[in-house]
């Protein structure tokens, strides 16, 4: 048994998202996202599922917040709707909207946790993404007056801001892959998108200075760490477009003012460009206060001319995955947070890391030891991680409880918390009793 014993001022927390949790689809003046309509296109999630009713956090929040209370986090990060605040996109503020979000942060706050929050995890007002999304600049500025509402509606209550989360999934995942809504697949609007959600980064965070607004903010980009098959220099090159499209692709341009110059390159072999205008650069590289990162697993990468856009194809190595199939393996994360350093020792969340375990009840209780496995592993390396010196501020575990996992539905199950979908009834898990511990102790006790 080890001991790792974390810093006094460590952030605990849980993170969710407004689609995945909240359902009240049609109230509470509401207006339609891009999931809404993703959702319901036969074949896109499985079972058809859709989060009309989810979680039904928008009518059980104040239970949601027993839970967190009793798990004993200081931190909460959750998602704002967009299609809550304004159903049209760039239209009427719906003030019913902001009241239910002014309610659920009082009660945050009262409860003695600090909210996180993030301005976009993926629920884009339908009216915008039919007028182009991300790929026009009125989605853009619709984006910029969205933000704007929520600092001056917020401001001293919510002191943690991310202006998107993983751009990655908005930008390639939704647009090149298609797994994702609004489910194009072209690389030239993938492109796009990824250069819309930069500029509408950036002037979010120039208005989020202009106004004064209290806090820090951030984005919280996804990780895909990767290692070479072999060392021959086409399996590194495979590994480091894979790595530099979920990273360099957008910290570059936020802190260095330019993408990465070989994955431009790269992409006008493909015959795609970067649709940069004049000032774009210096309006994306405004200073940010922190990074969120999302890390889930890691891959053994190799070079291979018909896997996809980047050439770059994942080895299976037999490694133990969680239920969604992807491998376990905690080391990733200590490689990619030194790779993260070539940024400077910014202040770095890890504002999601869990596994998808589909234990269900059992006698009353779910034994999710593979779980608590996992966690165990992560936050060794997040503990060697702090050790070496870098700036690792907090940690919060996707999920709170079982969610809407986009394209797979209600299947795959993150939660400490389980959701019995038909009655809504939640039941902490064994590895949320071992969460609570950790925190409480703040120090991780390994079992071996
Ligand atoms: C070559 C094919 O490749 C397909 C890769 O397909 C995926 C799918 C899904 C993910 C994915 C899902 N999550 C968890 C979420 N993060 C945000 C929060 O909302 C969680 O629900 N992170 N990454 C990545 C890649």
């Not at 991310?162 to 892959?177: G, K, Q, R, V, Y």
């Not at 210096?282 to 922190?290: N, R």
């Not at 969340?349 to 779910?366: F, P, R, S, V």
Request: hydrophobic fraction near 35%; include cysteine.
């Amino acid at each position: 048994m080890t001991i790792f014993q974390f810093p006094q001022d460590f952030r605990w927390g849980t993170a969710t998202a407004s689609y995945q949790i909240e359902g009240a689809a049609q109230e509470g003046g509401r207006g339609v996202s891009i999931w809404d309509t993703f959702a319901r296109t036969p074949g896109k999630v499985f079972n058809g599922d859709n989060g009309d009713v989810a979680c039904d956090s928008y009518h059980r929040y104040e239970e949601d917040i027993e839970l967190m209370k009793k798990l004993g986090i200081n931190t909460y990060r959750f998602s704002i709707a967009w299609p809550r605040i304004i159903p049209d996109g760039d239209g009427e503020i719906n003030r019913e909207g902001l009241d239910f979000y002014h309610r659920f942060v009082d009660k945050l706050l009262e409860a003695g946790i600090e909210p996180f929050c993030t301005l976009y995890h993926w629920d884009l007002p339908q009216v915008l993404e039919d007028d182009g999304g991300w790929g026009n600049r009125r989605t853009v500025d619709a984006f910029v007056k969205y933000a704007e509402v929520i600092f001056k509606e917020f401001t001293g209550k919510i002191k943690f801001w991310l202006t998107f989360n993983e751009p990655w999934c908005i930008a390639f995942l939704s647009n090149l892959l298609g797994i994702h809504a609004p489910g194009n697949k072209d690389l030239q609007t993938s492109l796009n998108v990824a250069h819309g959600l930069l500029v509408a980064h950036g002037k979010a965070v120039q208005s989020f200075r202009r106004l004064g607004t209290t806090g820090q903010i951030g984005i919280a980009p996804n990780v895909c760490w990767a290692e070479p098959y072999s060392k021959s220099p086409e399996d590194q090159a495979a590994c480091d477009r894979s790595i530099a499209l979920n990273t360099d692709w957008f910290l570059d341009p936020i802190y260095k003012g330019s993408y990465p110059q070989f994955m431009v390159d790269w992409f006008a072999q493909a015959g795609a460009t970067v649709p940069i205008q004049e000032g774009d650069m210096e309006i994306i590289s405004q200073p940010i206060d922190l990074l969120g990162i999302n890390y889930y697993t890691m891959g053994i990468n190799r070079f291979n001319p018909e896997a996809g856009v980047l050439q770059s194809e994942e080895v299976d190595m037999g490694l133990t995955k969680t239920d969604i199939g992807w491998p376990i393996e905690s080391r990733g994360l200590y490689e990619f947070m030194h790779y993260l350093q070539k940024y400077g020792n910014v202040d770095v969340y890890i504002t999601e890391n869990g596994a998808c375990i589909n234990d269900d009840l059992e006698n009353g209780k779910i034994n999710d030891d593979r779980r608590i496995s996992y966690y165990e592993q992560h936050l060794a390396q997040i503990h060697r991680i702090i050790n070496d010196g870098i700036n690792l501020k907090g940690y919060m575990a996707w999920s709170l409880m079982d969610n809407f996992e986009w394209a797979e539905g209600y299947r795959m199950r993150f939660g400490l918390v389980h959701v019995d979908y038909r009655s809504l009834v939640r039941t902490p898990k064994e590895s949320y009793y071992w969460y609570q511990n950790v925190i409480k102790n703040n120090w991780l006790e390994t079992r071996n």
